[in-house]
């Protein structure tokens, strides 16, 4: 198996993917969203499940990408390949963490 050399490690970008799933997943699924944003009526519940959902969309790409950062033998192999598809990935999750955000600022 090639290793990726790059300027820096890959585990910090996987890590950064990671720490960013979770605090989407911790949002949509656990309930962080709809104390953050919710005051407890039901329309701003709704209304922000229908911002979770388009926000979902970009979590699923980012999480696509990174997973193919890792497993597809071409971007294992190439550093610059790597690079950008777990660029691709962080900055899909940033998306998405923005969309929940601004979504939930949105449905109050």
Do not use: N, Y
Request: glycine share 10%; net charge positive.
């Amino acid at each position: 198996m090639a290793r990726v050399r790059l300027g820096f490690s890959p585990i910090i970008p996987t890590i950064a993917s990671f720490l960013l799933a979770a605090l989407w997943g911790l949002s949509v699924f656990a309930g962080w969203g709809l104390q953050a944003f919710c005051d407890g009526s039901v329309s701003c519940a709704d209304r922000l499940g229908s911002v979770s959902t388009i926000s979902g969309l970009f979590a699923v790409l980012a999480a696509c990408c990174t997973a193919a950062a890792w497993l597809v033998p071409a971007s294992r192999h190439d550093q610059r390949t790597f690079s950008l598809v777990m660029g691709a990935a962080v900055v899909a999750w940033v998306i998405a963490e923005g969309v929940l955000f601004l979504g939930g600022m949105i449905a109050r």
